[in-house]
């Protein structure tokens, strides 16, 4: 099974006892990482190719090594779109409502642009073959500052429960493996601007992390 495009967005703030993050349990029933905690995301669709937006992406240059950059445009723009679905949280700029078809629908209907200057790209995973879905996913994190609902809510459903915790709380949580790897990396970035995002990949029966 060819993997999918996809992209996910750790959001995080400063709470009172130190650094918190934004986390969903996936609902019962899902095949894929059901009951799990994961942050929001999910595959890029055709209008996130066309969808308008504020800022430049800081980091395109490094997405753009991997692919064409309408594509890492597109990708950055699903991270956003996708929170917005499941948690009702925008990482965006007040700008006029507009009328728009598909996915952005919402969105912009609310008034509001997506920013792609506040997003950090963090992290690449490919899932391993043998799995029900495969995902070529790309995570981006941001800073809550940047969010014009700084609360999540019920969003679509898909996740049963959303949260802000703190991040010691967040990694004794029922997490698959890779977004347990990319909670640790995002808290390095966080914290090592210059630290250069990994690739994670099945190869050969091993799993393999580079950094280029």
Same mark, same amino acid.
């Given at each position: ?63 753009? !090594?991997?692919? $064409?950059?309408?594509? =890492? %445009?597109? @990708?950055? #723009?699903? *991270? +956003? ?81 959303? !949260?802000?915790? $703190?991040?010691?709380? =967040? %990694?004794? @949580?029922? #997490?698959? *493996? +890779? ?34």
């Amino acid at each position: 099974m060819r993997p999918k495009d996809a992209a996910t967005l750790i959001l995080f703030r400063d709470g009172a006892t130190g650094p918190e993050v934004l986390m969903g349990r996936r609902a019962p029933g899902h095949v894929f990482m059901a009951s799990k905690w994961v942050f929001p995301g999910g595959r890029v669709e055709r209008g996130d190719f066309t969808a308008a937006s504020t800022g430049d992406l800081a980091e395109a240059a490094r997405l753009e !090594a991997e692919v $064409p950059a309408r594509r =890492a %445009r597109a @990708l950055a #723009l699903a *991270a +956003i779109r996708e929170t917005f679905e499941e948690t009702g949280m925008m990482l965006a700029r007040p700008a006029p409502a507009a009328s728009v078809a598909g996915g952005w629908r919402e969105f912009r209907a609310v008034g509001a642009l997506p920013d792609l200057s506040v997003l950090t790209y963090v992290a690449r995973a490919i899932t391993p073959p043998g799995r029900p879905r495969r995902f070529d996913a790309r995570f981006f994190m941001a800073e809550a500052s940047g969010l014009l609902t700084p609360e999540p809510t019920a969003g679509s459903g898909e996740l049963d429960e959303i !949260a802000w915790m $703190p991040l010691s709380e =967040a %990694r004794t @949580l029922e #997490l698959p *493996a +890779i977004t347990r790897m990319v909670l640790g990396e995002a808290a390095e970035r966080r914290a090592d601007p210059g630290r250069i995002p990994p690739f994670v990949r099945f190869v050969r029966g091993s799993h393999i992390i580079t950094r280029d």
